[in-house]
Structures are given as structure tokens and as C-alpha cells.
T-cell receptor
Framework: EAGVTQSPTHLIKTRGQQVTLRCSPISGHTSVYWYQQALGLGLQFLLWYDEGEERNRGNFPPRFSGRQFPNYSSELNVNALELEDSALYLC???????????FGSGTRLTVV | DQQVKQNSPSLSVQEGRISILNCDYTNSMFDYFLWYKKYPAEGPTFLISISSIKDKNEDGRFTVFLNKSAKHLSLHIVPSQPGDSAVYFCAALNTGNQFYFGTGTSLTVIP
């Protein structure tokens, strides 16, 4: 069974640009979560999608947004990139009532 | 605002001995706690969890203890093995299904 897949694995962008990160959950999982792990910080919760709806959002500015598609895959969009957006972005999926989250390997975003 | 804290960034233990990883939290409304293990270049993998109505949960070599009055949880690994060397994150979950993660403790098990 394929795990959670994220693309791309690495990305370099210039300050002010926009970026889209993608996540495919484990088959059958309806919930997708996005996290940011910046250097020296713990995992910071970004967004939670379930059944195509945004269910919860972390303490991030509106330029961080996303969506979930009918096949439960998800995109994370970041507009007007700033240097401090450089981080590892992790996606996780779970069944709605299962706390056994499975994480992808992440997308390493570098903003220069 | 770090609501979940792991105050020890690193820990070294001899193979066969017990590893104890600690985690403190500030929000008494958290109702579920989890431990994740992360190898370099990989995403975290779920290890073990505990509900706030329990004070202990055991799964093989891994046991998680929860002390609600002290807002403290710990992960015990017995016996420790070299393959356990990784970064361990504790996480707390609130009723909004929002995770709060600690910054991680890097465990090194010395053969």
C-alpha cells in the first residue's frame, strides 16, 4: 500500500513568489493535515481538511491556503513568499476517527 | 507560544538500558497525546498514544505515562536498541483535532 506522497521533494523559490505543494493521502483516508517544521521549531499545525472542507486552521497568515480535492488529495498554496517560510512542509493523512496519523516525507522549501 | 515542550534536545543511552523521553504541556484541555518517531529525511511515524482518561499505555518495548496533575508525559523504551536512534516528538491534541508538537528529542542508543 502506498503511503502519503508529497511533491515536489525539494523546491527553491524567490521571495515574493508563489508556491504550490501537493499531497496524496493513503487510500481510504479522508483527512489531510499540513504542518510546517522550521529550523529549531516543533511541528506547527497549518491546516486540516476533511471531506473536501477546511476543518481547522493554525496560526498562520492568510497567504497560507489550500484545498482538498474530491479524491482527497490536497494542495497547500503559499503566496508572497518570505524568507522565514523556508521550512520542511509535512502532510499527514488519517481516517476521520483514527488518530494513527501517517506522515509523508515532506517538501523542503527554500526561499532566497 | 509553545504549548508542548520537550526540554531535552538530545539523549544518549547504552543499548539494553532504559530510554526515558519527557514532555510537558501547558493546556489542561488537551485530551489525547501521541509520540512520533522521525528518522532523517523521513516524515514522523506514529509510535504510541494515550488518552487523557488513562495514565499508562504499553505497546511492546514502548510505554507512555501521563501525569495530568503535573501536565507531564513520558515515553519509556525498554530495552533500548540502536535502531531506536531517531528524533522523538510528543504531540497533544485538542478537541478541534489540532495538533501541538514539541520540538523533539534526539535519542542516540549506543551499541
Amino acid at each position: 500500500e502506498a503511503g502519503v506522497t508529497q511533491s515536489p521533494t525539494h523546491l527553491i523559490k524567490t521571495r515574493g513568489q508563489q508556491v504550490t505543494l501537493r499531497c496524496s493521502p493513503i487510500s481510504g483516508h479522508t483527512s489531510v493535515y499540513w504542518y510546517q517544521q522550521a529550523l529549531g521549531l516543533g511541528l506547527q499545525f497549518l491546516l486540516w481538511y476533511d471531506e473536501g472542507e477546511e476543518r481547522n486552521r493554525g496560526n498562520f497568515p492568510p497567504r497560507f491556503s489550500g484545498r482538498q480535492f474530491p479524491n482527497y488529495s490536497s494542495e497547500l498554496n503559499v503566496n508572497a513568499l518570505e524568507l522565514e517560510d523556508s521550512a520542511l512542509y509535512l502532510c499527514a493523512s488519517s481516517l476521520r476517527i483514527n488518530y494513527g496519523y501517517t506522515f509523508g516525507s515532506g517538501t523542503r522549501l527554500t526561499v532566497v | 507560544d509553545q504549548q508542548v515542550k520537550q526540554n531535552s534536545p538530545s539523549l544518549s543511552v547504552q543499548e539494553g538500558r532504559i530510554s526515558i523521553l519527557n514532555c510537558d504541556y501547558t493546556n489542561s484541555m488537551f485530551d489525547y497525546f501521541l509520540w512520533y518517531k522521525k528518522y532523517p529525511a523521513e516524515g514522523p511515524t506514529f509510535l504510541i498514544s494515550i488518552s487523557s482518561i488513562k495514565d499508562k499505555n504499553e505497546d511492546g518495548r514502548f510505554t507512555v505515562f501521563l501525569n495530568k496533575s503535573a501536565k507531564h508525559l513520558s515515553l519509556h523504551i525498554v530495552p533500548s536498541q540502536p535502531g531506536d536512534s531517531a528524533v522523538y516528538f510528543c504531540a497533544a491534541l485538542n478537541t478541534g483535532n489540532q495538533f501541538y508538537f514539541g520540538t523533539g528529542t534526539s535519542l542516540t542508543v549506543i551499541p
